[in-house]
């Protein structure tokens, strides 16, 4: 049995998981979802994160966005817009759904984590998925317009304004939700998964006690290149590594993570920068196709990174 605790952002990171439970039992992942995205929206808390990864493992995201369900329809938001409400951020109207039930229980005092659970085992999800923290984190970006919400900076302005700082609001005070540590401990192998350094996988880490524990236990950590030929897959982050100075490869972000992982997976495009990465970071480099455009590929990342991870372990 090998357990494997996956750091998870977005989209990049629910679409490796999706890989990472066919080719291993699910019950031996963990996901530990990233929670600096979440807004209150129309007085409901919205933590998307945690929907997109847990939507993908029950095949219900829509697979275009890799957000919100499929099928969905908007006859909510369209009213809503009508009265004058907010209508910048599209939820849908079984996508309400989620919203209205995780605010019903997070007003009546229950944990987010306990509530993760319980939807997760209500869409029959064997796998475990939990918020890094049940207290309040929200990333704050700081832009030529000043500091931003995050979701006003990536959705309502698209992610167009250059990042020039980025700081995670609560982390000084926020501590691991109940299961993390103890998946961080008893995993063979620790993932950080292909989601934005900053944006993701960041605000995770700055959670108390999560960064160390996670560069405590370097040896069995693996994290996968979000970057692939100077791009990223999906969203801001290839703009992220050039507003805050970094270099724009998977290399700047090999140096990120450096003190993180002993071993990166690189995608075949960037094969040419493998004896670079290894040589300034000491980590370990392992060269494979990380473009999951569908299940095999999704399947093949998750048993290359696994296997990359215990060669070294
Ligand atoms: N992303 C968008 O680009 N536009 C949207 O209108 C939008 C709505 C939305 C609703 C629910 C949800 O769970 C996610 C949603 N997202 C939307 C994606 C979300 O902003 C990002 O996926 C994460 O915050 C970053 O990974």
Redesign the pocket.
Known sequence: MTRVAVLA???GAARFLDGLVRVIPPADVTAIVNVG?DMEWAGLH????L??VTYTLADLVNPE????LRGESRRTLDRLSELGGPD????GDL?LATHLYRTDRLSAGDPLSEITRDLTARLGLECVITPVTDDRLRTVVGTDQGELA??DY??RRRASDPVHALRFDGAETARPAPIVKHALAEADVIVVAPS?PF??IDPLLSVRGVREQVTSNRAKVVAVSPIIGGQAVK?PAADILQSLGHDVSALGVARLYEDLAKVFVLDETDAALADVIAAETGMRVVVMPTLMTDVEAKMALARGTLEAALDVA
């Open positions: 952002g977005g989209v995205d919205i933590s998307p994160d929907d997109t966005t890799g957000w919100g910048w951020f599209m939820i996508d995050f979701q990536f959705v934005n944006l993701s969203g």
